[in-house]
């Protein structure tokens, strides 16, 4: 049984996964897409229809959907998680309970000891968004079996559209046929293969309105707090103007040197998801990398340098370390956005003791940094890959439950499920590659539950440099998404025209 209270948009959504049985349910992040699923899978548990659930999930996300399980239902769920030993007897368990929660890397192991399901729900659906991937084969294999298919993503294409057309190979093959005439149908593409052009969206949009429940921001603004944007430039010093311009000058041979090697179509895309691919490729990403480090904090080379030369660490970037070797480093003294955004966070902070701030970078030892330079104005807990799932719910129980601790550092691990709605400020101190990523990271304080009347989402950019093309490249991937699935930015004939630059042509361009 349903034990709280939905919003009425989630209760139409309940209505429709339960009648059609198979759905996207595409609302935005903080828009309560485990309620509304749970409302679904108890209501079909009430009729019958269903008596055990399989829920597959990311595993930092597990024992948070375990919690709100159990605050929303009677229902009995096991958590399958440990060794192989202590997960064999907990498969045995779940036989009798209603839910059973797994993350997909541990089900892939485990996939002979499941048992059988008649509900199946993905969260955070972008898990399968390669069609290529051994765990997005795995879970649409294992979903053929089931009736019940629900997908979770408040925003289904991160990217590319591709990824929309493998989730819902998931939900239901049929909606949107086989591939080659999905991508014949919907995208234009060059001589190379790359896509140029996307087609007949207004069909696409109409065809998803079947099998997806979507709610964007501003079709619940009126629940949610109100959101002030900000974007704020920093100006390089002179030193990390010249090395930036030396670094950019080498990036440019990179990709030339990638281009005369038949690579007319080099991938533009790839170079923004950090693809497979050859070794001109990582060449061209190791000083993309290095590029995105001197815009953070040029301390973040040195490390990185460091690393690479001590041979007792399987870590650091060797163009890292020519840039030092050719003394390169050494006229650098500042850190511009670290001094820009320490001053921020301050004066957050004084305005009023009630605010408190959430930050993400990139950059694990950068959020060491920040935490160094702001100890002194309040206290702070880290919550980054590698810690394990107790360190970070002490994390998240000490920000939201400790008045002195007012900032809330994240590398992106902390953009998925962390619901912080005792933050009112959110920075991105530098930019994820992916559009989704950055909803996610923003999504962490807008928030059905948000404390405050409104929120302000702040983003750092070096004036001219790299980041100002990763910011373009983002707004392009957030508008893909809403023309497929939302119907925005389509001229007379349902069309979107991708119009941007090259890479090459930003850099020479760029004026640092």
């Known amino acids: 049984m349903f034990k709280g209270q939905l ?9 429709r996964m339960v009648d ?3 759905m996207l349910l595409g609302m935005v992040m903080g828009a309560g897409k485990t309620p509304t699923t749970l409302g679904a899978i108890e209501e079909l548990h009430g009729q019958g229809d269903i008596d055990r659930c399989l829920v597959v999930v990311p595993a930092s996300l597990k024992f948070q959907w375990n919690a709100e399980i ?13 060794t192989k030993s202590k997960r064999a007897q907990q498969w045995k368990v779940s036989r009798n309970a209603r839910y059973v929660i797994v993350n997909a890397e541990t089900l892939i192991n485990d996939v002979e000891l499941m048992g059988d399901f008649q509900a199946m729900v993905i969260d955070e659906s972008t898990m399968i968004k390669n069609r290529a991937a051994k765990r997005s084969k795995l879970l649409k294999k294992i979903g053929k079996t089931i009736p019940f298919r629900y997908a979770l993503t408040g925003q289904p294409i991160e990217n590319r559209p591709e990824e929309l057309f493998s989730i819902m190979e998931f939900v239901d093959k049929d909606v949107l046929g ?6 014949r149908t919907f995208i234009v593409r060059d001589s190379w293969g790359k896509a140029v052009r996307y087609r007949n969206l207004d069909k696409m949009f109409k065809t998803m309105q079947e099998c997806m429940v979507r709610k964007t921001r501003e079709d619940i603004q009126d629940q949610l707090p109100n959101i002030i944007h900000q974007t704020i430039p920093v100006q390089f010093d002179a030193p990390g103007a010249a090395l930036y311009r030396t670094i950019t000058n080498d990036l ?7 281009m005369s090697k038949g690579k007319g179509g080099f991938n533009l895309w790839s170079h923004y998801n950090s693809a497979d691919g050859d070794d001109s490729q990582g060449q061209i990403m190791s000083r993309l990398t290095v590029l995105r480090m001197l815009c953070d ?9 460091a690393d690479f030369a001590d041979t007792n660490v399987n870590a650091g970037s060797e163009y890292a370390h020519s840039l030092y070797s050719r003394g390169l480093l050494s006229p650098l003294r500042t850190a511009p956005k670290l001094d820009a955004c320490v001053d921020y966070i301050q004066a957050v902070l004084d305005e009023d003791p009630k605010n408190k701030v959430v930050l993400f970078s990139f950059f694990k030892k950068n959020l060491r940094l920040i935490q160094e330079r702001t100890k002194e104005m309040a206290d702070s807990v880290l919550f980054m890959g590698g810690m394990t799932a107790p360190e970070r719910d002490a994390a998240k129980q000490t920000f939201a439950n400790d008045p002195n601790c007012r900032i809330f550092l994240s590398s992106d691990a902390g953009g ?8 009112n400020y959110l920075i991105s101190y530098d930019l994820p590659w992916s559009s989704g990523k950055l909803e996610q990271r923003e999504a962490r304080i807008i928030r059905l539950s948000s404390q405050f009347p409104h929120v302000t989402i702040a983003t750092f950019v070096m004036k001219g440099s790299i980041e100002e093309r990763q910011y373009e490249m983002l707004q392009v991937k957030k508008s893909i998404n809403e023309a497929f699935v939302d119907g925005k930015h389509l001229d007379n004939q349902g069309s979107f025209v991708l119009d941007i630059n090259t890479l090459s042509t930003f850099l020479r361009d760029s004026k640092v």
């Open 7 to 15: 919003w009425p948009y989630q209760q139409e959504a309940v209505e």
């Open 70 to 82: 159990g605050k929303f239902t009677d229902g009995s769920r096991v958590v399958i998680d440990g």
């Open 20 to 22: 059609r049985g198979q």
């Open 297 to 305: 904090n040029p301390a973040l080379i040195e490390q990185s340098s």
């Open 416 to 423: 998925y499920g962390v619901d912080l709605p005792m933050a």
């Open 178 to 183: 086989d591939f080659r005439t999905f991508d």
């Open 252 to 258: 440019l041979a990179q990709i030339s040197e990638a």
